[in-house]
């Protein structure tokens, strides 16, 4: 499995190796190496501990707007609002103010 790690200087001259949420490990070293390698060191630990990261399925949630999709579906007036609209827009694009 491949994770995503930070490496930046610390302002004791030194090197600081950070993983990503969720575990939030830190190994502070005098180089980016060491800093690196400690923190390898530190989420073997974590894994040999029976540490695993998995991923779940949410349920979605409701969009409301989701509960209007297709109230104009038989609404014989929709087409005609359609063009009217088309025809609008095409007068405003021909004739911009």
Do not use: C
């Not at 060191?41 to 999709?69: F, T, Y």
């Amino acid at each position: 499995m491949k994770w995503p790690v930070l490496i930046e200087p610390v302002d004791n001259n030194g090197f600081r190796a950070k993983s990503g949420a969720p575990l939030g490990l830190t190994a502070e070293r005098a180089t980016p190496e060491e800093a690196l390698r400690k923190l390898q060191e530190l989420l073997a630990a974590w894994v040999a501990a029976g540490g695993r990261v998995v991923q779940i399925d949410l349920p979605e949630a409701d969009h409301p707007w989701l509960r209007g999709a297709g109230m104009f579906k038989d609404d014989p007036l929709f087409d005609e609002w359609q063009q009217a609209i088309a025809e609008y827009r095409k007068q405003i694009e021909e004739n911009p103010v």
